[in-house]
């Protein structure tokens, strides 16, 4: 077989890549790599289930006779939809598997700290009662004049769409209806009768990856129902920099609303809530997520100075928007804070609540960007690292999302050199998702595998490591365990991908130190927000170097922190004001500062090239002979 006769296919959003027979169809390439599509039809066809999408075809091959007769005109046209089963594999493909086609859904992270705050939604209700004796004066003048006297309510303007309404209640008076208000100064909706008890709005978190949505009741602050949905833009490329340079932005503008909408159709079908009902939804994501959600150009981030085309608050009317809420209601989108630090920072800081604190703390929130906050009441400063896809399970040869048959934690027996690991839904492992990527460069090293320069010590001898095309790994699952048949394997290369990935993290914990001109023993709180937070083993991520040594009781996980920060602007309109004042918030580009290339490939070390940074865990590394000669 020449390497003609094979092709790379690279799965998204799992991150997962296979190479198969030219001739092979895309539904056997996802069986071969481990990942599960809906298929009922023996791959005739007929079914309709294993729809993908093809992202990066040039000339696309001509659909078949069958996806003509199953796949709709707007599916075939708009979507861009195929059948997995039914295209045959002639050139390397990125593939995106939605949601819709998949057996088992990915594990997204959406619960976050609690933070208490008042309850003082911008979008209220109001229940009105006419008295019988007042009908000299027409609807409106009764309405504005109860507002007034119950409510201190004055000045109010009334949507145009709600002109038809005020016209039938005008002929067919109601002597009790509700008035919905928007920052007590519009009124968006009118109904008959008391629906004072019908009264939600939608927070999101608009991930690149992922997407955190919540449906949450303005009457109490109570989150009715959450979900998380993989970003649909994904199929347009994994990171920030390839959205930014896609070609035509709009296309991703609609993509990211259509998924918006069915993250929102999953919410209402799961409460039995009415998307009548349902007033304000606030967002808050990256930068580059906020101007694409808003239709703006992103061009300008992907350049020097980095510029964010606006920074405020914005609030649009629904009308002009399209989400699936109530046809008058708002959408509101929080500050941004530079061009590299945006609104879902912003959120974390908010329900962190550092910035009022007189405690320092330091805040990591780990992705493929990973956004880095230190400071307290008096400052905060703040970066964000280029910590690339290694740890979404992009890169890593095994490397998966959170699927089922996912390893999610790794450890490795010192004596004996086998692993103990945990797989999601305690299914057969199929590959190794962000959790136990991070567990990996502790472990080799605990149990002397991996050296301190990130190298596999190459006199170590064991079934558990081989040397295969000049490199060395470790095998995690034999073949005979895994899902798919195949070794589940740790290369150097592997390795190497996963210590760029820590030492972007590291490089920016200390740098950030630097600036403000403390060390880690100044810190008070260690917070760690997002996915990750909620899954790493802290001691694994400490022992690599991921960030400084700080004691364990000073660490805290605090999940999805930005979708909390997004449902308490929600949910209190004094958040918001406090949100606009974040402009002070310093940014720091790490790659402009004189210590950044020296940190770096210190960071590349385990844990740290300097190890009196890291007494702790120098102390067990002397234990078990795993220290560096001098």
Known sequence: MTKMDEYEIFFQPDGRRVKVKQGSSILEAANASGLDIVSVCASNGTCGKCKVIISNEDEPQPLTKQEH??????????????????????????VLIPESSRTEGQKLQTEGIITNIPLDPIVKKYFVQFSDDDSDNTFIDKLNMYLSDSF??????????LSQTIDSLAVDPSSEVTITIYNESEVIEIDQGNTTDKIYGYA???????????????????????????????SFGGDVISRISYKDPHQLHETIKKGLNQLLENLTQ????????????????NTCMHHLFLDLEVKQLGAAPFTPIIRKQIVTD??????NINRNGKVYTCPVISGFIGSDTLAVILASEIYKSEELSMIIDVGTNTEIVLGNKDRLITCSCASGPALEGAHIKFGMRATTGAISSIKIDPNTYEPIYETIDNAKPRGICGSAILDIPAQLLLAKILTPESRYNEDFYTDRVRAVDNWYEYVLVWGKDSYTGEDITISQK?????????????????????????????????LIAGAFGSHIDIDNAR???????IELEKIQTIGNAAGTGSRMCLTSKPMREIAELF???EYIDLASQPSFNDVFVKSLYLPYEDLDRYPITSKILKEIGNYPEL
């Open 318 to 323: 629904n009308s002009k928007f399209g989400m």
């Open 69 to 94: 007769k199953v796949l709709s005109k707007e599916e075939i046209e708009k979507d861009n939809f195929r059948l997995a089963c039914q295209v045959k594999i002639n050139n390397n493909l990125v």
């Open 494 to 526: 592997d390795v190497q991908e996963i210590i760029l990935a820590k030492a972007a993290i590291h490089t920016g914990t200390e740098i950030l130190m630097q600036v403000f001109g403390v060390n880690e023993k100044d810190i008070d709180r260690f």
């Open 543 to 549: 022992i690599a170097g991921v960030f400084p040594e």
């Open 270 to 285: 799961k409460s039995g809530i009415v998307p009548e009902n349902i007033y304000e939804m606030v967002a808050v994501g």
């Open 204 to 234: 999101v978190d608009i991930g690149t990856t992922k997407l955190a949505g919540y449906l949450v009741d303005l009457t109490n602050g109570e989150v009715v129902v959450a979900d998380g949905l993989i970003n649909p833009q994904v």
């Open 152 to 161: 201190n309510l004055s000045n109010l303007t009334y949507n145009s769409s």
């Open 583 to 585: 402009e002070y918030v």
